[in-house]
């Protein structure tokens, strides 16, 4: 017996804003179901997180109902958990997820709880629910959907339920749960600890989780397939992830003899890139935009090249080549910006990166991560108002790379520039002057 296990689809999801980004969701969602049909497994499983959100519009359910039936049609049947992303707000009678269960797209488990006790009954077809489901063959698939905060316990309870089970005929039991595996993901909390799952040990052969889309296996026991599409580019670190084919070997009459051998599937996607840029050392704008152009020319090169060989090895394999589809591209900019943050031009900044990358990127992004100079000073209180401007003007001026030379002869302008705006000059005189002094302060630069 073979079965897939596949979680965090995020059908719906317009990324970046970005419709082809919404296409891209659904692309992944059929490439992992021509998976499921091309290895001719006997079952799915869905983690949860179909959908990207509660709320979904009429083509996210579209991409959901075709991709089901093709499913259905192969005789492969959905079995799944409800995630986060697409839980039933309080007030509606069902979700989507159970929506789909009722058109008999697939198999949605679930437990009642009863004074904190899960109730657990088998699949019934007719009624479209029940927490766990037996399938031809020995194997039997327990379901719980996403309980948050509170899955720790849900899980235990669930575990001393099972417990309660009349013994069956199954060889090989299934626990399926949108959840993730504390340390797995340092950044993100929320997961159960190893301990944690152990309640369910003496039960279940396989825990197939989904919510963290980092794929990673523990103890040969737990596993999480990972996202089939990037939902953050932070994503496209972990290349080989998007489903997991099981085989097992059911032929023994020994339940304890049974074994799982279990392929990590990469799906194809499209390409991410992330390049991160310290402006500590430019001294002006220009400069920035110049070294920049340098960098961003560099990396489309290397990009070029990845992706001609990606797509010559996807047409060699006879599979697909998304890999050429025009990528997403995010510039982040960090460290000190040595220069006026109102003189950093961001859509100037992305007009080279698109124009450094042919064809032009999907999706052209850069951040402002920099951090403004310092400002701080240690004025001499001993000075006179008019020194003690100079002192802290000078020093502005001194921390940015285009003043930096002059800081003294900028700030003297400025100071002078201030009395005779106090002192009633007309406009024309201001301007004279200002006019006046930078043409000095270019000379002496010159000269310099």
Same mark, same amino acid.
């Given at each position: 017996?073979?079965?897939?296990?596949?979680? %965090?689809?995020?059908?719906? +999801?317009?990324?970046?804003?970005?419709?082809?980004?919404?296409?891209?969701?659904?692309?992944?969602? +059929?490439? $992992?179901?021509?998976?499921?049909?091309?290895?001719?497994?006997?079952?799915?499983?869905?983690?949860?997180?179909?959908?990207?959100?509660?709320?979904?519009?009429?083509? /996210?359910?579209?991409?959901?109902? &075709?991709?089901?039936?093709?499913?259905?049609?192969?005789?492969?049947?959905?079995?799944?958990?409800?995630?986060?992303?697409?839980?039933?707000?309080?007030?509606?009678?069902?979700?989507?997820? !159970?929506?789909?269960?009722?058109?008999?797209?697939?198999?949605?488990?679930?437990?009642?709880? $009863?004074?904190?006790?899960?109730?657990?009954?088998?699949?019934?077809?007719?009624?479209?629910?029940?927490?766990? $489901? #037996?399938?031809?063959?020995?194997?039997?698939?327990?379901?719980?959907?996403? +309980?948050?905060?509170?899955?720790?316990?849900?899980?235990?309870?669930?575990?001393?339920?099972?417990?309660?089970?009349?013994?069956?005929?199954?060889? +090989?039991?299934?626990?399926?749960?949108?959840?993730?595996?504390?340390?797995?993901?340092?950044?993100?909390?929320?997961?159960?600890?190893?301990?944690?799952?152990?309640?369910?040990?003496?039960?279940?052969?396989?825990?197939?989780?989904?919510?963290?889309?980092?794929?990673?296996?523990? #103890?040969?026991?737990?596993?999480?397939?990972?996202?089939?599409?990037?939902?953050?580019?932070?994503?496209? @670190?972990?290349?080989?992830?998007?489903?997991?084919?099981? @085989?097992?070997?059911?032929?023994?009459?020994? !339940?304890?003899?049974?074994?799982?051998?279990?392929?990590?599937?990469?799906?194809?996607?499209?390409?991410?890139?992330?390049?991160?840029?310290?402006?500590?050392?430019?001294?002006?704008?220009?400069?920035?935009?110049?070294?920049?152009?340098?960098?961003?020319?560099?990396?489309?090169?290397?990009?070029? %090249?990845?992706?001609? /060989?990606?797509?010559?090895?996807?047409?060699?394999?006879?599979?697909?080549?998304?890999?050429?589809?025009?990528?997403?591209?995010?510039?982040?900019? /960090?460290?000190?910006?040595?220069?006026?943050?109102?003189?950093?031009?961001?859509?100037?900044?992305?007009?080279?990166?698109?124009?450094?990358?042919?064809?032009?990127?999907?999706?052209?992004?850069?951040?402002?991560?920099?951090?403004?100079?310092?400002?701080?000073?240690?004025?001499?209180?001993?000075?006179?108002?008019?020194?003690?401007?100079?002192?802290?003007?000078?020093?502005?001026?001194?921390?940015?790379? &285009?003043?930096?030379?002059?800081?003294?002869?900028?700030?003297?302008?400025?100071?002078?520039? !201030?009395?005779?705006?106090?002192?009633?000059?007309?406009?024309?005189? $201001?301007?004279?002057?200002?006019?006046?002094?930078?043409?000095?302060?270019?000379?002496?630069?010159?000269?310099?």
């Amino acid at each position: 017996m073979r079965f897939l296990h596949c979680a %965090d689809i995020h059908l719906g +999801y317009q990324q970046y804003n970005n419709k082809e980004r919404f296409n891209d969701f659904g692309r992944a969602f +059929y490439a $992992v179901i021509d998976e499921a049909i091309g290895r001719k497994v006997d079952f799915v499983i869905l983690a949860g997180d179909l959908f990207h959100k509660r709320s979904i519009d009429a083509l /996210t359910l579209n991409q959901a109902i &075709r991709g089901l039936e093709r499913l259905r049609r192969a005789g492969i049947p959905c079995i799944a958990v409800e995630g986060n992303h697409e839980r039933a707000y309080y007030d509606e009678t069902i979700g989507w997820m !159970k929506f789909l269960a009722l058109q008999e797209l697939m198999i949605l488990l679930d437990a009642e709880f $009863v004074d904190s006790k899960p109730q657990l009954r088998a699949w019934d077809a007719a009624k479209r629910q029940g927490s766990y $489901v #037996d399938l031809p063959g020995g194997v039997r698939v327990h379901g719980l959907r996403y +309980y948050g905060s509170g899955t720790v316990l849900a899980v235990a309870a669930y575990a001393e339920a099972m417990t309660q089970l009349p013994p069956g005929e199954a060889k +090989y039991n299934i626990f399926v749960a949108h959840a993730g595996v504390e340390g797995q993901m340092d950044e993100k909390a929320g997961g159960l600890s190893p301990r944690q799952w152990s309640p369910l040990r003496p039960h279940v052969d396989y825990v197939a989780l989904g919510h963290f889309h980092k794929p990673f296996e523990v #103890d040969d026991w737990i596993y999480n397939p990972g996202s089939p599409e990037n939902c953050s580019i932070a994503e496209n @670190d972990w290349q080989h992830r998007g489903y997991l084919v099981v @085989d097992l070997d059911l032929k023994t009459e020994n !339940k304890e003899t049974v074994r799982h051998t279990v392929f990590q599937g990469r799906n194809r996607r499209r390409c991410f890139r992330l390049y991160p840029y310290k402006t500590d050392h430019v001294q002006s704008p220009a400069q920035l935009h110049d070294r920049l152009r340098s960098l961003l020319t560099r990396k489309a090169t290397e990009l070029a %090249d990845e992706m001609a /060989t990606a797509e010559i090895a996807g047409k060699s394999a006879g599979g697909p080549t998304a890999d050429i589809l025009p990528p997403v591209i995010e510039l982040y900019l /960090t460290g000190v910006l040595p220069f006026e943050r109102s003189a950093l031009d961001v859509p100037a900044i992305e007009a080279i990166l698109e124009e450094c990358f042919q064809p032009a990127p999907l999706v052209a992004m850069v951040k402002n991560l920099t951090q403004p100079s310092e400002f701080a000073i240690s004025p001499d209180a001993t000075l006179s108002r008019t020194a003690l401007e100079q002192q802290v003007l000078t020093d502005l001026f001194g921390r940015d790379g &285009r003043y930096a030379t002059h800081s003294s002869e900028w700030a003297a302008m400025t100071v002078n520039l !201030k009395q005779l705006v106090l002192a009633g000059a007309s406009a024309s005189a $201001v301007l004279d002057e200002l006019s006046a002094q930078v043409e000095a302060i270019d000379h002496a630069d010159t000269e310099s």
